[in-house]
């Protein structure tokens, strides 16, 4: 599955990239995020729940970000499994400015397998656009300081 | 009156059926409905890959849990058990569990045992299992080049089956041909879906060594010697139990054999009696379907449109690992290769490849809805390629009816048949000519409309022969080699010491309703009524008689079935006549049986079946010097034409040869690619008919199974291997909405190798429907200089066809939007 597409956070782009690249803020922004911690340089242990139509399930994981050119992109490798199977992927976050706000561009692709795949699939990328849609909004209130 | 005759014959006529008070009132007894005290639930952990190196498993933590009473892994397969064997020169391991290395998703690896399901599958999820992903093939195609990743590395290649079958001077026919047609097919892999998921129960009992299974198989036949040797246990060990209601099986539940197995091995460690039910998601990733093939066909013929040759090549996907009888879909056919036609030269390059999907097995038409979706296509293409009429090219080159027994070049020998009479009929039936002239109208009307022809020959009662067509000549001129021939079927009918008549049934039925069948044969072999007889079909093969070829396959109860109760209702009424002769004191010749007695016309004397009985029980003595006491037999027949494949491959790969013409009217929707079936017109030939309403029940079941699998049902897999058909929400089943009204006729002429002439016909429409609908389809879009030679006709499908037909000026499609 790919998923791409752009966004418009309210912000500077350092402000934005600052945020972006906290564990913490990630966190917050990550739907179903129950825990990241930080396991070695640039590494991040990652919990999440999520739920993809009747399948829910808890998947823990691993972040890596690959590459780093801040403040203008970043590229992250992620796997996870749970007892439902195991998700695993790339994607890459372009940062650029236009009128005082941030666009972010991205792209990842997305491995699923399991029974979110044999079951979830002709809901896979409905959802997953809807969780990108909610991690941004999420990202855009933790930018603009405004409640999530 | 003559022996035999009875005036109130109900073979031809549609008694009552049986079941259905039980079924209707929810008190039937299938394999989930049986009870045992202490039972334990087992559940499988399934991979999440489709090809992975299993690095580490540790089943600690379900074990942890209270309840759980033990975990099963690859480990305990592979000691506990032995690889299944395999109908083919090549071996390759496959155990009925991931031993090491996972090659499909889905594909087991470990087995909980727990005091409840719930349990047990909460208890699958704490396993972990690591997993080292390796590159994946799906394709078969894909799989044969040198560079695909390996599935079986002993093995060194995926493809793992091939033969090369020549028939007659096929190099000839082609280099004498006035035309030549050649196309490339691709068969989507499907299944046939039974309403009731397969059942298992195992219990191994240490002091006696037996190991017993309650399940909802299909079998037993060879399938018993097939798990006997993978769990290592004698026959005389394994005792395999069937209920009386099975809730459907087209050949699909034949793959539960691998799950006996699991559940063998984990009765064997864990102890105690544990139950596995499958669930419907385990069912579609997990179990079984027909083959995927991806097929090259050419047909030589003449200006005048006789077929002189056809050649084609076959790819079979069969999925991760052979389990047997597989590779058969290659060599099922082998005798009814030409289908209905006189085609002198024939060439079959036969290939059985391995991919990362789930195995394949028989599937309702085993291997013939393959064959006939390409060859049917293929005469199809020829009749375009000569401007010849479908239904007048099929017919210049049908076998005739003054032919039979017509024996093929590839060794099939089909007993009776009136193919041009059954075409006609189909013809008649569906008006083809007013068809015709609707179709010219409404495509003046700018609508897509298509008249579809498909025939088959339907082969039924397999010779187990035919599985040696996968070794090479030189391997089976080996002594050591096990030949295989024979189509055998047992049946058992007894007289009980008041008269009364039962009969008991080996095929271990799944919903057919054999019972009925054998009391009408019963009855009128015996001058009885239907509603008098009592007949089992709840099968254990400790206690029922069977053969290595008793089962409900191959569409053979209609025919092995049933000569073996007419065989077996003969010998006993013979020896009913005996003892009523030497009672009465008159000739046997002058006796007859009617209602329930034995009658002796010239004096009026009558023995009714209850004092006879009465004699052969109660007071031996008083039977003819000689005579064993009782009045039961149990009859084994088995067909003559089962003869061993012969050095030039030659093989009758069945026993009797059904005929089926199919004429299909459909349109297209230009702006969706949805296809309405306006009509479906369906003539068989399936011998004499014992109950014409379990034929007419046969014919649209088959007919939906044939509709499901060209234009709804797909087990589909996307390039890594996930599998994304997971639920009947992804696939797509047809429903009482999308049957067609369908048209039934028979044209019936009787076998002569069966005792009251019958054929089968319980796979028939499922193997034609697909080459109908796909010629019917083409039809309707030959107009727009397009065809489509894959499955399933989707809209998808055929919308794409029809976008590839429209002008280049066509409006361009909006973008689809991306993002948030």
Redesign the interface.
Known sequence: MKLAGETTLPGARQMVWDRLVDPQVMARCLPGCQEVQTVGPETYAVTLKIGVGPVTGTYGGTMRITERQPPARYRVAFEGTGAQGFVRGIGQADLTERDGATVLRYESEIEVGGLIASVGQRILEGVGKLLVKQMFSKLSAQVSGRPA | MAAGSNPTRTVGTSPRRKEDLRLLTGTGTFADDWRFPQLRHAAILRS???HARIARVNPAPALALPGVFGVITGDDVARMSRPFTTGMPQRLAYYSSAVSKVRY??EPVAVVVAESRYLAEDA??LIEVDYEPLPVVVDARAAMRPDAPLLHEEVGSNVVNHRLLTYGDIDSAFRDADVVVRQDFDFHKYSSTPIETCVAVAQFDAATDIMTFWSNFHGPYSLHSFLAKGLNLPENKLRLIAPPDIGGSFGIKIAIVTYLALLGVAARKVGGTIKWVEDR?EH??GLSSGAERSAHYEMAARRDGTITGVRARYVDNNGAYIRAPEPANLYRTTGNTPGPYRIPTLQIDAHAVVTNKCPTGPNRGYGCQQLYYCLESMVDLLARELKMDPAEIRRRNLVQADQFPYTTPSGGVYDSGDYPAGLARALELADYGALRAEQEAARAQGRLVGVGIGLSVEPCVSNMGYLNVAFPPEDRARRDFHTKSGAGEVASVKVDPMGRVSGVVSSAPSGQGHDILVAQVIADELGLKADDLTVTTEMDTFTTAWTISSGNYSSRFASAGISAFAEASRKLRDKLLTIAAHRLQVPKAELAVAGGQVVHDKSGQVLSYRELAGLAHWNPGALPPGMEPGLQVTHLFNYAPAKVVDEMDRVNSSNAYGFIAEVALIELDRDTGEINILRYVSVHDCGTIINPQRVEGQVYGGVMHGIGGALFEELAY?D?G??????F??YLCPTAMEAPKLEIAHVSVPSPFSTLGTKGCGEGSAMTAPAVLANAVNDALAPLGVRIHDLPLSPHRVWQALDSARPAARPPLRAAP???
């Open positions: 999440p890959y489709a998703a889905g699958c999820e998601r579609l990733i996307d890594k996930q599998f994304l058909a997971g639920s929400m992804d991306v993002g948030v």
